[in-house]
């Protein structure tokens, strides 16, 4: 056939056939609600819908709490190094007196005449005092 012998469907036809339009929607199954804070919630059946319009609560990722509790930890080690080293210093001020003196009693060449000698190797060096 040829194109022109097909009937063409004009907007007149179709506005008037009624199977192109849906039917009117009466009642749905469908039921909501509006909270008093602004919520939506739609209930169909068992199920519901709750529709939020404020921002969600802001949550802490779980790995952020670890890294703020290892850097808790590593403060804490280094802190108690840090009162160990102190300690461990106080408590020998407290023996053997700060700064550190001592007294050492040694026969110092009693035979020399001269003040000072060398000895055979040059980072010898030895001190005597005069009789």
């Known amino acids: ?6 009937p063409m469907d004009t907007s007149a036809d179709i506005e008037e056939d009624e199977s192109y339009y849906l039917p009117p929607a009466i009642g749905r199954s469908a039921i909501r609600h ?20 404020q921002k969600p609560p802001h949550r802490v990722h779980w ?3 670890i890294g703020v509790g290892m850097f808790a ?3 804490l080690w280094a802190s108690f190094s840090l009162f160990v080293n102190w ?12 700064p ?28 005597g005092h005069l009789p």
């Open 1 to 6: 056939m040829r194109r022109s012998a097909l």
């Open 100 to 127: 550190r003196t001592s007294q050492v009693d040694e026969v110092v060449g009693h035979s020399l005449t001269s003040i000072g000698y060398l000895g055979a190797f040059p980072e010898q060096f030895g001190l």
């Open 87 to 98: 300690w461990g210093a106080h408590q020998l001020d407290a023996q053997y007196g700060n």
């Open 73 to 75: 930890m590593l403060f």
């Open 34 to 53: 509006t909270t008093p804070n602004g919520d939506e919630i739609f209930q169909q059946g068992n199920r519901r819908l709750h529709i939020h319009y």
């Open 63 to 65: 790995l952020f709490l």
